[in-house]
C-alpha cells in the first residue's frame, strides 16, 4: 500500500512539476550593411495561444519587452519592429488588445561603434494566452557579431 501511494504521489508531482510553454524564441543575425545589423526573433507560437505586441494600453495585458545589456561596441536604433498584430476586443481586460498567432518575427537595428567584436545580450520578457488561462514568460538571448 506505501507503494501505491508513493507512486501516485510521485505522478502527482510530475504532472504538476510539467512547465507551460506555448512559444519558442529563435534568434539570428542578419548584416544590413558593413557597421549595421538586424537582430531577428522569430517566434512560433502554439495553436491557440497569442503572444501580445510590445504596444499595449495600460491596464491590460503586459506587453513583450526587449532588454539590452548595455555594451560600448554597439547601439540599438529605435525600438524592436514588429509584423502587423492582430488588434481585437479582449472582455476579459475590457479594452482591445494587439497580439500575434502562429508565428511573428521582431527585428532590432543594432549599429557597430567600432571593429570590436560584439556580444548582444538581453531578456525578452511576454505574456502569452490561450481561452483559459494566460502565462508570463522571458527568455534570455544572445548573438555574437565577430
Known amino acids: ?36 545589423y538586424d537582430i531577428v526573433f522569430t517566434v512560433d507560437i502554439e495553436s491557440s495561444w497569442h503572444l501580445y505586441s510590445q504596444y499595449l494600453s495600460e491596464g491590460g495585458p503586459l506587453p513583450t519587452v526587449f532588454k539590452f545589456e548595455p555594451n560600448d561596441n554597439y547601439k540599438c536604433e529605435g525600438q524592436p519592429l514588429e509584423e502587423n498584430a492582430k488588434e481585437v476586443y479582449e472582455a ?34 511576454y505574456m502569452t494566452c490561450n481561452d483559459e488561462k494566460c502565462i508570463p514568460g522571458s527568455k534570455n538571448f544572445e548573438a555574437s557579431i565577430k
Open 92 to 125: 476579459v481586460f475590457e479594452m482591445n488588445v494587439k497580439y500575434f498567432e502562429n508565428k511573428t518575427v521582431f527585428k532590432q537595428r543594432i549599429i557597430k561603434l567600432n571593429n570590436e567584436p560584439i556580444d548582444i545580450k538581453g531578456t525578452i520578457h
Open 1 to 36: 500500500m506505501k507503494i501505491i501511494t508513493f507512486l501516485f504521489v510521485l505522478i502527482s508531482i510530475q504532472s504538476y512539476s510539467q512547465i507551460l510553454n506555448p512559444v519558442t524564441w529563435e534568434t539570428s543575425l542578419e548584416k544590413i550593411s558593413e557597421n549595421e
